[in-house]
């Protein structure tokens, strides 16, 4: 059974960023698509769901330490590795990436873009998450994609428009190092 959220977690999940992110320096690694995320308020809804804490103001105060442990760790990760470019999606949820507190979209260091989801037309999808984080806009909307088996199926999301910003920072970094 999946844990429920704790400070213990939190700070293991620091430390894997940590880890992760210094094996990535290690490796040479240049450019990393980061298509995931979580909020805080992702925290208290598991909170929640697991039953832990009295009422909803004590779940609050719960994932704000929780969160901010792993918030707090990718920060200094990224930050700490500025020679690597770090590319994210914004997000899905038609929502202000930092007023819902969204990592990594709502980090800001000098290497991370936050990539939101634009359609065919050029105008930003109705499930993109938004705000003053979110550098750039990329297709996102019925990306076609390969999935297991060599079949193709069109995708939409900004876990599509992400690795096309990925894909052209590699080649541009290849093309002048």
């Known amino acids: 059974p999946e844990t429920a ?17 210094n094996y990535m320096k290690a490796a040479g690694v240049r450019v990393v698509n980061m298509s995931w995320g979580g909020s805080r308020k992702d925290v208290e809804n598991e909170l929640e769901q697991k039953g832990i804490g009295a009422n909803k103001e004590e779940r609050a105060e719960m994932s704000r330490k929780i969160f901010k442990i792993g918030k707090d760790a990718l920060q200094e990760a990224i930050a700490g590795a500025p020679g690597i470019l770090f590319v994210a999606a914004a997000g899905n949820s038609d929502n202000d990436n930092d007023f819902s507190e969204m990592i990594p979209s709502a980090l800001t260091c000098p ?4 990539i939101g989801a634009i359609d065919s037309s050029g105008k930003p999808t109705g499930f ?7 550098t750039l806009y990329a297709n996102g909307f019925e990306v076609e994609s390969y999935i297991p088996g060599g079949k193709r ?3 939409s999301g900004t876990s599509m428009a992400s690795p096309n910003v990925a894909n052209l920072a590699g080649k541009v970094l290849a093309l002048d190092p």
Request: charged content about 25%; aromatic content about 10%; hydrophobic content about 40%.
């Open 153 to 155: 199926l069109k995708f």
């Open 5 to 21: 959220p704790s400070e213990e977690q939190a700070r293991a999940i620091a430390a894997m960023y940590r880890d992760t992110v």
């Open 111 to 114: 290497n991370l873009i936050t």
């Open 128 to 134: 993109t998450t938004f705000g003053k984080g979110v």
